[in-house]
């Protein structure tokens, strides 16, 4: 699809430009997990549509190396058409499917982002497992400046809240960006040099907000604000010292599977949030070098992939908890912790602490849960 999209541009044949289009409406709307993340097994096993289905088929849910690719189309994507929407959808696979899928310390990278319930993350060995995307997974994280910023002849896009410095050479426009986002809901713009020429900044109002957002111009309220899902257009002569500031306050939301309501997910802003099962019965042998086998032994880490049996038991077997919502509003029990980031259940059989799923390692969870 992505050579399809080049071709178009090469060839100005419109059917290539349809053809990775709908590609991207059908994968988006049809066929994408909660993280973003889809494919099943490196297959889609189930209709459009039917990914409750699609989960019960196999545990190896969400192959990294299509969460990349996807990634790659929708820049091409937007480079026609800069829809502040594409850049949603990029969003939160960047945070919920491609960061949290290379392993601290010693960077080994995964094959499937499992959103099977009691799952657990598998990472490639050294030098005896890995696989196309343990290349994409190292190619990702070598460009994570990637598209923060894009640029026409009216201005700026600043499209990723993400700390970095932009030069804009050409243009003689230098801005810092300053964030902890998604940690923290403040970003803060400074522009370090300007002409004197009036240019276009447009923010990216993320479409998870429930309100326009406050903005504040060197440190003063701007009457008018932004729609969620919409650009914030700042059109002036900018100068050395500007200051941009935005406040996106971040909120609980629910998202169900398409063919079955009772089976949800939860976010925090832009984060899908997971809940920690806890460890047991997981060791170094289950988390490094085999794919993913929920409840079965797990392939011998030494010599032939088509070896004995590694004498390791597979991990026991874990009831995935379900849950009793109060209200439609999950904040009414689903509670924040005491720590940044981290919630808990509140009033189940079982209560759960939850987590971004991005910050989960070495741990079995679920991001999928049944809700009554």
Known sequence: MIAAARRYEISGDSRFRDLSEYFFYEVTTARSYVTAGTSNAEAWLAPP?????????????????????????????????????????YERSLLNHRIGTIRPKVGYTQYYLSLAPGAWKTFNTEDQTFWCCTGSGIEEYSKLNDSIYWKDQEGLYVNLFIPSEL??????????????????????????????????????????????????????????????GSYLTLSRVWKAGDKVEVRLPMHLHVEVMPDDSHMQAFLYGPLVLAGDLGAEGLTEAHIIGPNLRVGAPIPEQ???????VNRTPPVPDLEIPSFRASGSDPSSWIKAGDKPLTFRTSGQRKDVTLVPLNSLYDRRYSVYWGVS
């Open 167 to 228: 030069d804009w050479e050409e243009k003689g426009f230098k801005v810092r960006q300053e964030t902890q986002y998604p940690e923290s809901q403040d970003v803060r713009l400074t522009v370090t040099a300007a002409r004197h020429d009036n240019m276009a900044l447009r923010l990216r109002i993320p479409g998870w907000l429930q309100s326009p957002p406050t903005v504040k111009l060197n440190g003063k309220v701007l009457d008018a604000s932004a729609a969620p």
């Open 302 to 308: 030494h010599g032939s992939p088509l070896g004995p």
């Open 49 to 89: 549509k039917r990914l409750a289905a699609e989960l019960k088929q196999s545990v190896n849910t969400a192959e990294c190396c299509c969460a990349y690719n996807m990634l790659k189309l929708t820049r091409q994507l937007y480079s026609w058409n800069p829809s502040p929407a594409l850049f949603d959808y």
